[in-house]
């Protein structure tokens, strides 16, 4: 089986083509596959097939981003495995321009190819409410944020103090699909983030996290804040109805696999 590895900000994926998706692709297989130990090592799978041979894809663009994560559950969105994603299309000659749609399972993504950054631009996230998280043994407030997939935002004095080598215990009632944990400080003139992704733990970084780390920065304002994360620096620009993500994103090896 061919693959791509790629990454946005340290937040890597590997990359399926799957054009007519005869792949069966099943949350064992995207578990090994992702095992840094005992398959080629990931935050996530990145099938890219075409919209015609997908069952959950948005009519309109060509191909859908079927995105997995390391634990092989399903997921609506990834804004960094969307910015590689589209490095792929087009590196791969099946996308051509700096401008182009694909979709996913939040619906339909536009990016922006600009040399080595890519931006992709997402729907405009929302505050939903508040609720709080257990991290280790801190008890956390935080702001939560819907971007087509779940977040909560806690703002913390140290983003470096904060453990994050366990799963967060959360509100399931409030969170009935799991949620994305982020823990930030600063302001908007640079903010610094660390993230616990449900189904693939702490992350170099998260592209949808850092779109909802700016709304609740901005306070629901329109604006841009650049986002520190421990993979390198986003840029996120919220506008009256959509949300861009800007960023790296690179790919760095293709190959065969086995398993």
Not at 62 to 72: A, K, L, Q, T, V
Not at 126 to 137: D, F, N, T, W
Request: hydrophobic share 45%; with cysteine; net charge negative.
């Amino acid at each position: 089986m061919r693959f791509t590895k790629g990454h946005g900000t340290g937040n890597d994926f590997v990359i399926l083509p799957d054009l007519d998706g005869a792949l069966d692709l099943t949350p064992e297989r995207v578990a090994a596959l992702c095992d840094r130990r005992r398959g080629i090592g990931a935050d996530g799978v990145l099938r890219v097939v075409r919209s015609a041979a997908a069952t959950d894809a948005p009519e309109g663009p060509e191909f859908f981003m079927d995105y997995r994560n390391s634990d092989g559950s399903l997921a609506e969105m990834c804004g960094n495995g969307a910015r590689v994603f589209v490095r792929y299309l087009l590196e791969q000659g099946l996308a051509g321009g700096s401008k182009l749609e694909f979709g996913s399972r939040a619906g339909v993504i536009t990016a922006v190819a600009d040399g080595d950054e890519i931006a992709v631009a997402m729907r405009r996230p929302a505050i939903v409410g508040q609720s709080s998280a257990m991290l280790g043994a801190l008890q956390l407030a935080g702001q939560a944020v819907d971007i087509g997939n779940p977040h909560l935002v806690c703002r913390v004095p140290d983003v470096d103090i904060v453990d994050l080598r366990d799963a967060p215990r959360f509100d399931a009632a409030f969170f009935p699909a799991g949620v994305n944990v982020e823990v930030i400080s600063g302001d908007a003139s640079l903010t610094r983030m660390r993230v616990y992704e449900r189904g693939s733990g702490e992350t170099l970084s998260c592209g949808t996290g850092a779109c909802a780390v700016a709304a609740v920065v901005l306070g629901g304002a329109d604006g841009t804040v650049p986002v520190e994360v421990p993979g390198g620096r986003l840029t996120i620009t919220i506008e009256p109805d959509r949300c861009w993500l800007a960023g790296p994103a690179v790919l760095v090896a293709h190959g065969d696999v086995l398993i």
